[in-house]
């Protein structure tokens, strides 16, 4: 069988700040590099995990927004365990985190104030009504970088899940990133560890580039989502290594209702070189809050460990919206539950007032060159009666059976589509045989073509 060159399955990571002097940066004389530098213990900042840290990081990304018109400025966290409350960014800035940097998060909830849930989902996704702010945020900005010699922001979550699976929580937890209605972002060479709920959410954003960054949560962590792109265009993720307790990557763009009335697609998304061990879920996953829709999704060159599905679509009625043009192709996957999952059946609401006429439009899913070990099912394939997904086209794909492998490898209903070269022999459904499915040819290109090399 002839596929596509699949890289190894080892953790990613992206030399980016090896070589960049500070006196080059300082003059800001290459693309995203910052003319204005400063500490963390400047602003009177202590890295010995005890001393609480909120009001120095606040002084310092003020005193630095003030600055970062001219040249832009960088906030530099040096080695050292910082304990702080949630910290909003600015623009023009470039958050650095050294070599032996880690952000730790505070554990007490009182540092963590409530804000509004977002328009597009109308209420908090754990609970109704306002949501623990995120730790790290910002709004209407323009230029953000966060990046480092793979310091880490850790979120120390196990408070957060302890009292989730114990519904002792009355609002809905924190993202370790959010960043709403922003332009131009870099995320690159920072790890990120043990977020309360779902890891980085850009949303209502454009022009995000996400790149080199290892994001680690325990495997039955709830909600731990690595990437989560919500409503936002032009986003590339790549290079990145994540361990979840869900989705490794999730494409949403908001809640039925609010979703349908807030009406903002995910669209133009490159994702490749994708690295993924998530036993209870997708490696990505489209939706299932996808009710302002998704398209033009490009996957590649990916690999899947010890993950429940591959690529997977999440809807229901009520949704509305859509999921087209979709486009997979070269990924390796090791030990899976289904390769192949569609999922029309998903019931949860944010109310009472999802309009069950609301159905969802899922056409033109496009999966091609992958080869899988170790599984149990091929695929699992559920449309929605009266609305089923058309358009599935499955070509140049082997999937080798685990020895406790379901008899009933395909399992279809409420779905059309067409197959090429495939093992085992697809269901009915999708019996029709069809030329190898589609992939774009020409280049979407998203960010800067090389990331800004700088060190401080």
Request: charged share 20%.
């Amino acid at each position: 069988m002839a596929t596509r060159r699949i890289p190894r399955p080892a953790a990613v990571a992206v030399a980016l700040c090896a070589a960049a002097l500070l006196a080059a940066c300082a003059g800001a004389s290459r693309a995203g590099c910052r003319k204005h530098v400063a500490k963390i213990t400047e602003y009177g900042a202590v890295g010995d995990g005890k001393t609480l840290n909120t009001a120095a990081f606040a002084k310092a990304v003020a005193d630095l927004s003030e600055r970062a018109r001219d040249g832009g400025a960088a906030l530099v966290v040096p080695p050292g365990k910082w304990l702080t409350g949630p910290f909003n960014l600015t623009s023009h800035f470039t958050l650095y985190l050294d070599e032996g940097a880690e952000i730790l998060a505070s554990q007490d909830m009182k540092d963590w104030p409530l804000i509004a849930p977002l328009p597009s989902y109308g209420r908090g996704r754990d609970e109704p009504g306002p949501r623990y702010s995120n730790f790290i945020a910002g709004s209407n900005l323009t230029d953000v970088i966060i990046t480092g010699k793979n310091g880490t922001i850790n979120g120390q979550g196990q408070v957060w899940w302890d009292k989730y699976r114990a519904k002792e929580l009355q609002f809905t937890r924190g993202y370790l990133l959010e960043l709403l209605y922003s332009d131009s972002i870099i995320i690159s060479n920072v790890t990120f560890v043990d977020s309360p709920s779902w890891n980085l959410h850009p949303t209502y954003c454009t022009n995000v580039t996400i790149s080199g960054v290892t994001i680690l949560a325990p495997v039955h962590s709830p909600n731990t989502d690595g990437i989560d792109p919500d409503s936002s265009s032009h986003v590339k993720i790549e290079d990145c290594y994540i361990v979840s307790g869900d989705d490794c990557i999730a494409v949403k763009s908001g809640w039925d209702e609010y979703g349908i009335k807030f009406n903002m697609p995910s669209q133009h998304i490159v994702i490749k070189r994708l690295t993924c061990i998530s036993p209870t879920s997708a490696m990505i996953a489209l939706g299932s809050e996808m009710s302002g829709g998704i398209r033009d999704v490009r996957a590649e060159d990916s690999v899947a460990i010890n993950t429940e599905s591959a690529v997977r679509v999440k809807s229901g009625v009520g949704r509305g919206g859509f999921v087209k043009d979709i486009f997979v192709r070269g990924l390796s996957l090791h030990t899976m539950k289904w390769v192949f999952w569609m999922t029309g059946n998903y019931g949860q609401h944010p109310d009472n007032s999802s309009d069950p006429n609301a159905m969802p439009q899922v056409t033109s899913i496009n999966y091609r060159d992958v080869f899988a070990e170790n599984v149990t099912m091929a695929g699992r394939m559920e449309g929605i009666p009266n609305d089923p997904y058309t358009g599935i086209c499955i070509s140049n794909v082997t999937a080798q059976l685990a020895p406790d492998a379901k008899k009933l490898q395909w399992n279809c209903t409420n779905v059309k589509g067409v197959t090429s070269d495939v093992t085992p022999k697809p269901c009915p459904e999708l019996g029709a045989e069809g030329m190898p499915c589609a992939f774009p040819e020409e280049e979407l290109i998203i960010g800067p073509r090389k990331l800004p090399k700088c060190t401080y």
